[in-house]
């Protein structure tokens, strides 16, 4: 900014701050005893509760638990800031603690060659994309991505979004409408819930992973809807789970459904190279119709995509709103997450480690009674402790003790499903699992 121009600015401030003070002083003169403002009385029988934020159902309910942790004396197990790389351990207040509440499966987030990647992204597109692709254009790095990801999945084509949470909402509420049926697994996560919420379509859940239970609810109600979904996680990120992948293929082709099949948690932590659930049971990448996934986690980036046929693709390019109407992946989140797959797949001993990391912790916490749920031992094992004020105190005796793992509490879990959740890395050592496990097991 020129001398001139900040001079101009600065004129016209001091203008425009007289011309307040003189309405001010008008005003003053023709009302001295100006009245102050009222609610029209039109409305005076609207509760005080409807005007106001800190009126609102959610916070009321948000303030509950933290005035119950503050008469306890506990810290705060939520939005800790943590001062450098969060992987196997972590910084958090000038004290590094063993952290069991990272996604940083194999290492990739901090890891010198996807910093790098980012970096010269940066140097050569920017920090944004900007603006939507669809309008503004794409950047090579953005479809070498896509190119990665269908790769992966043995598919035709994918398309990437900035956001895992939007990528279902967007994906799930333009692609499925209100003469439709979307069937998914009690467990299924949010954003899930949200999309067929947006969608307008029916909505039934199946008991978790009961295939059986899936097939005589479509056998009874298949033929009243058009297009019918069938929605699961490849890897559950709550109780460390994963479905009957072959069986649900069955089901889906007998009865004319769609599979959609959340990768999230599992792409990098199933399969011999960390290709996902598809791999883990051998089957074709493409014998599933839709598959999601994250960049967040595994990929050391951010944001969601959809894989699948071509068709399905160039659909949600075209006319979902999450990708039309938002921003294109950011170049250096896509350039670290192309390196990340580059990596993962160079590099299989890390999906081996992780695999035998998170069968050990299993094995180790099961031997100390402790109620270890569903979990099959992918990195993902919950403490189930049934009730939330228990895993609240538990989560905080293990951090003053030096680890780091997060409760899970109701309304997020059912009361007496209240748990710690323990996510497993590549580069967690025996010595931190056993460490863990005996204090949990001395704590809880």
């Known amino acids: 900014m020129t001398k001139a121009t900040f001079g101009l600015m600065e004129k016209a401030r001091d203008e425009l701050?007289?011309?307040?003070?003189?309405?001010?002083e008008r005003r003053e003169l023709t009302d001295d005893h100006a009245k102050p403002m009222h609610h029209d009385a039109q409305w005076a029988h609207i509760p005080e509760k409807f005007c106001r934020f800190d009126r609102h159902p959610g916070y009321e309910k948000m303030l509950v638990p933290q005035s119950a942790?503050?008469?306890?004396?506990?810290?705060n197990p939520f939005f800790k800031s943590h001062?450098?790389?969060?992987?196997?351990?972590?910084?958090?207040?000038?004290?590094?603690y063993i952290n069991f509440s990272s996604y940083n499966y194999l290492g990739f987030s901090g890891h010198p060659k996807i910093n790098k990647a980012a970096k010269d992204a940066i140097d050569r597109y920017g920090t944004s994309a900007s603006a939507s692709r669809l309008v503004a254009g794409e950047r090579p790095v953005q479809r070498e991505l896509e190119e990665a990801l269908a790769e992966l999945h043995?598919?035709?084509?994918?398309?990437?979004?900035v956001s895992g949470h939007?990528?279902?909402?967007?994906?799930?509420?333009?692609?499925?409408g209100p003469k439709d049926l979307v069937i998914h697994d009690t467990l299924i996560h949010n954003s899930s819930l949200e999309g067929i919420k947006l969608s307008g379509a029916a909505r039934r859940s199946f008991p978790h992973n009961d295939c059986a239970a899936l097939d005589s609810i479509l056998g009874d109600i298949r033929g009243q809807f058009e297009r019918v979904l069938i929605i699961v996680e490849g890897l559950y990120s709550m109780d460390g789970d994963i479905p009957d992948l072959p069986r649900?293929?069955?089901?889906?082709?007998?009865?004319?459904a769609f599979l959609m099949v959340d990768e999230a948690h599992a792409l990098g932590v199933l399969g011999k190279t960390g290709k996902g659930i598809r791999e883990h049971f051998g089957v074709s990448g493409k014998s599933v119709d839709i598959w999601m996934g994250t960049l967040s986690k595994t990929l050391a980036s951010c944001g969601g995509y959809i894989a699948g046929e071509?068709?399905?693709?160039?659909?949600?390019?075209?006319?979902?709103p999450g990708f039309v109407y938002s921003v294109g992946i950011a170049p250096p989140l896509a350039a670290c997450a192309l390196e990340a797959i580059k990596i993962m797949l160079d590099e299989p001993e890390r999906v081996a480690r992780l695999q035998e990391r998170g069968a050990q912790f299993l094995v180790l916490a099961k031997e100390h009674g402790i109620d270890t749920g569903l979990s099959q031992g992918f990195a993902v094992t919950p403490a189930i402790l049934k009730s939330s004020l228990r895993a609240v105190k538990v989560s905080s005796r293990m951090f003053e003790s030096g680890i780091n793992v997060q409760p899970i509490i109701y309304p997020a879990?059912?009361?007496?499903?209240?748990?710690?959740?323990?996510?497993i890395c590549h580069a967690h050592t025996e010595a931190q699992l056993r460490i863990a496990v005996q204090t949990l097991a001395s704590a809880h």
């Open 17 to 24: 701050a007289k011309r307040f003070l003189n309405l001010k």
């Open 69 to 75: 942790a503050d008469r306890l004396g506990l810290v």
């Open 83 to 96: 001062d450098g790389v969060a992987g196997a351990t972590t910084l958090i207040d000038g004290r590094t």
């Open 154 to 161: 043995d598919v035709e084509d994918c398309v990437v979004f």
């Open 166 to 176: 939007a990528t279902n909402v967007s994906t799930i509420g333009y692609i499925f």
């Open 248 to 256: 649900l293929i069955e089901i889906k082709t007998r009865h004319k």
């Open 310 to 320: 071509r068709a399905l693709v160039q659909n949600l390019k075209y006319f979902a």
């Open 413 to 423: 879990v059912e009361e007496r499903a209240a748990r710690l959740r323990f996510f």
